[in-house]
């Protein structure tokens, strides 16, 4: 079974097919492939649940969770996520891409260090060449005098989940 189990399967002539309509709309369709947290539905099969963080899951306030991030120090974790990325991007001409990289919760804040070197190897893919790599930025408000350390070519995108969304248009 592949990463997105209980889902439909990605179909690149789908993807292409829906990132079409939007140029007559004047609209972009942009790439999104989680690659750090969320990850969930993947890290459930048995093939993935090694990369995860925490591969018995944890707990979140009081409540049992499967596992969610990719762990940072597993190459293996890496080279899922490149190839994921390797097999969504050619379906878009979009000039951004999604990462996500948000709500790794199993992730201390002292291991942030690992967090900033997953950025900038997403960043130096060379399946990124020619895109602006957008992700959440919800971990580097924990740390925003670190903001510096991430590389170029990377835009942080404000996470509002829970906000008065119309206090902040």
Do not use: K
Not at 55 to 71: M, N, Q, S, Y
């Amino acid at each position: 079974g592949g990463v997105g189990r209980g889902r439909a399967p990605r179909a690149p002539e789908g993807a292409r097919g829906r990132a079409t309509p939007g140029r007559a709309l004047h609209s972009e369709r942009v790439p999104n492939q989680e690659c750090r947290g969320h990850f969930g539905g993947g890290l459930g099969h048995d093939r993935y649940r090694p990369l995860a963080l925490r591969p018995a899951g944890f707990e979140w306030f009081g409540t049992r969770r499967g596992p969610t991030p990719l762990d940072p120090a597993n190459p293996r974790a890496f080279a899922l996520v490149r190839s994921l990325l390797a097999e969504l991007l050619p379906c878009f001409s979009s000039g951004q891409v999604n990462v996500g990289l948000d709500e790794p919760w199993e992730l201390p804040l002292e291991r942030f260090d690992e967090y900033v070197g997953w950025v900038r190897a997403l960043r130096d893919l060379p399946e990124l060449d020619g895109r602006q790599m957008v992700m959440w930025g919800d971990v580097v408000a924990h740390r925003p005098e670190r903001a510096g350390d991430l590389p170029g070519g990377v835009t942080i995108a404000e996470c509002l989940r829970g906000v008065n969304r119309e206090a902040h248009v």
